[in-house]
């Protein structure tokens, strides 16, 4: 007679089928870890975010914290309804073929589940349109002129057309003219409100930067204009998202985010060689 090994299992045994649908699950998950190149540092940073980009601006972290607070509602709901089904599937389950007591018309059961999904609906209401309003808010108009003569306040009017952009420094006088497959960067300084103005030659188009978790449709015959406090420095891609045609997908542009100083030093030299502000490719750029 053989002795058992010390895991237990007699020679030949066969594993309980059960476990290899686990195995099999634990594989895969380690395989499409190991493909995405990704660490185990970055996926605990993208579940956190629920696979947001860290934004780069304060209309852009408000976005991020109501998508964050929205997810852990719907995750805390989730959970609670979870357990009542579990809850009801094992203490209630079939014993014989005589029914359960019934719950129905029992009137606090029904009001409860009537009322709170309403509450709920309420309070993630409240904190969007809070979120909405601090997103469109403007500078007032009696205010704005001072604002931007103090330099607390720079206008840049966003033109997109079929199939670039062209970004005009309007209280500088300047201008950045992508051209295809040359495309225009848009810098702008830290800590100062960019007044966005988007506006349309030809067809419907969408300013979009992702890092800003933030877009703006820009719509021919129609100013949307809009406010933006950049608080992280950085290259950005941009986009159309927007199907605007043929070479829609040419539509890229850079945003550089860069310090005051850096801002004004780029303006100047821009002011004076209007190529300064091209690029070969925006970083991360497909196209």
């Known amino acids: 007679m053989s002795p058992t090994p010390p895991s237990g299992r007699a020679p030949g045994a066969r594993r309980p089928a059960g476990l290899r649908p686990l195995r099999v699950a634990t594989a895969l998950l380690l395989g499409a870890v190991a493909l995405t190149g990704c660490d185990a540092r970055e996926i605990y940073e ?30 805390v709901v989730g959970v609670f309804v ?13 014993r014989s073929d005589e029914l359960p007591r019934q719950v129905r ?18 309070v993630l209401f409240y904190y969007t349109v809070l979120s909405q309003n601090y997103v469109n808010e403007l500078t007032p108009e009696e205010e704005l002129d001072g604002a931007v003569a103090s ?21 500088e006088d300047v201008r950045v003219i992508g051209e295809t497959g040359r495309f225009a960067q848009l810098v702008v300084p830290t800590d100062t409100t960019i007044r966005f103005t988007n506006s349309s030659p030809d067809v419907i188009h969408s300013f979009w930067v ?30 159309c998202a927007e199907l605007c045609g043929e070479k829609h997908a040419f539509m890229n ?18 002011q004076a060689d209007p190529n300064a502000a091209i690029l070969t490719a925006p970083a991360g750029s497909s196209s």
Request: proline residues 5%; without cysteine; aromatic residues 16%.
């Open 210 to 239: 992702p890092a800003m978790l933030f877009k703006r449709d820009v719509i021919p015959g129609r100013a949307n204009t809009y406010e933006i406090v950049f608080n992280k420095t950085g290259e950005y891609i941009g986009r």
């Open 82 to 94: 979870l357990a009542l089904i579990l809850f009801a599937t094992f203490r209630y389950r079939k």
């Open 105 to 122: 018309y029992n009137l606090p059961v029904e009001v409860l589940y009537t009322v709170v999904p309403f509450v709920i609906i309420a």
């Open 46 to 75: 993208a579940s956190l975010s629920w696979g947001l980009p860290e934004p780069i601006s304060e209309q852009g972290q408000n976005i991020y914290d109501l998508y964050l607070g929205s997810n852990a509602a719907a995750v």
């Open 151 to 171: 330099g607390e306040v720079i206008n840049i009017g966003v033109v997109g057309f079929q199939w670039n952009w062209e970004f005009n420094y309007t209280d």
């Open 253 to 270: 542009f850079s945003l550089k985010v860069v310090t005051p100083d850096a801002y004004r030093s780029y303006i100047d030299g821009l």
